[in-house]
């Protein structure tokens, strides 16, 4: 095999391609990357048996053929080339990346053990990629962490009809994101539960080159998602997802306003007095939000802004992480608090201006920490 390209494609490709690979492969091959030079298309492949990912670039082909190389190591080699076209040819057992007065030779792994990759399924609908990538952004902040409990660092996708509800829990806390999207088969109704990490990984390399195709495998097992000329496909987590839809109260008869920057950069000062585990006390009363941390001897530190409340005055406390990561995730100008009573979780969304209705399209509900006269 032999072929030229430029560094700067062929290092971006392989880094992109090398994201899949595991720290600790099940098996010795993939550790590398499988590459295929054919009709003037360089193709670039890992898979874990969990994750594949595999992309094409053009690429001035002399010699056809496949090689199986150190993903990692073929990934810091091409980042260190300098900017020039790059040429790879093998000799035996050996690949040879030629780049100006640089010169490295690497092993080659046994192509032929290599796995088959999994073929991505039938395109299910295609959905706006940008659009897609905030919405998963938004979501995947509420995902456990947790590995001992595998389901819920999972992100569920309800899909019905023409429209993705994306929704994550660490029990702590429960984001939903809808987001519309374009079916192949109208009336489509099914759902998958995708790692958060995946997910996340798509949105970022996937998500900024247009229209994102979804396709997901008729027996919900495998999903695939395609732009650009990239495809990475995943198994999906197995077991049944906690409805946690009905944690949305139906009825909220508390509601308060802040603007959303101003509320950001209140609760990040007021944080720095709370340590590990302590919460962020919020006041609400009429025309202005009281924040307060830290108790008895400690240090401590308040502030007022400004808040607009229908309904009765409420106290509520809360996580100062979980606060501000929900926080972050809003754009809008305002965001909106809908309550109950201060023992039952919050409700956070978006409003785009002090009198308008509030978005319900992104819903971000906290549980508070339970004050002592609560």
Not at 103 to 125: C, H, Q, V, W
Not at 272 to 292: I, W
């Amino acid at each position: 095999m032999k072929f030229r390209v430029e560094r700067d494609v062929l290092a971006e490709a392989v880094s992109w391609t090398a994201r899949s690979l595991s720290p600790r492969p099940p098996v010795p091959v993939l550790a590398g990357l499988l590459i295929r030079a054919e009709s003037g298309t360089l193709s670039l492949a890992s898979f874990d048996y969990e994750i594949s990912a595999r992309l094409e670039i053009p690429a001035d082909i002399t010699e056809e053929g496949t090689i199986l190389v150190s993903g990692r190591l073929l990934a810091d080699i091409c980042r260190s080339l300098p900017s020039a076209p790059v040429e790879v040819a093998t000799d035996g057992s050996k690949v040879t990346l030629t780049c100006r007065n640089s010169r490295f030779n690497l092993a080659t792994m046994p192509e032929g053990e290599y796995p088959e990759l999994p073929k991505l399924p039938d395109i299910s609908g295609v959905v706006d990629g940008e659009a897609f990538s905030q919405a998963v952004s938004q979501v995947i902040i509420a995902a456990s962490r947790d590995d001992t409990l595998p389901i819920l660092t999972g992100v569920r996708m309800e899909i019905e009809d023409d429209l993705i509800t994306l929704l994550a829990t660490d029990r702590y806390r429960l984001a939903l994101r809808e987001v519309a999207w374009k079916p192949s088969s109208p009336g489509i109704s099914t759902s998958a539960l995708v790692k958060a990490k995946t997910l996340n990984e798509v949105a970022k390399t996937l998500g900024g080159a247009g229209d994102l195709n979804i396709a997901l495998s008729t027996d919900s097992e495998l999903i695939g998602f395609e732009s650009g000329g990239r495809r990475t496909t995943s198994l999906l987590v197995d077991g049944e997802y906690p409805k946690i839809r009905s944690l949305f109260p139906d009825n909220t008869p508390i509601h308060a306003m802040v603007e959303t920057s101003t509320l950001v950069e209140a609760v990040r000062r007021v944080s720095l007095v709370a340590e590990r585990n302590t919460p962020v006390r919020l006041s609400f009363t009429q025309g202005q939000l009281a924040l307060d941390a830290g108790t008895g001897e400690d240090a401590q530190a308040s502030e007022v802004i400004e808040a607009n409340l229908d309904g009765d005055d409420i106290t509520v406390a809360f996580n100062p992480h979980y606060l501000s990561e929900g926080l972050g995730a809003f754009s809008s100008k305002f965001v909106r608090f809908s309550f109950t009573t201060p023992p039952k979780p919050a409700v956070m969304s978006a409003q785009d201006d002090a009198i308008g209705e509030d978005r319900e399209d992104y819903r971000y509900l906290l549980m508070p920490v339970r004050l002592p006269n609560q």
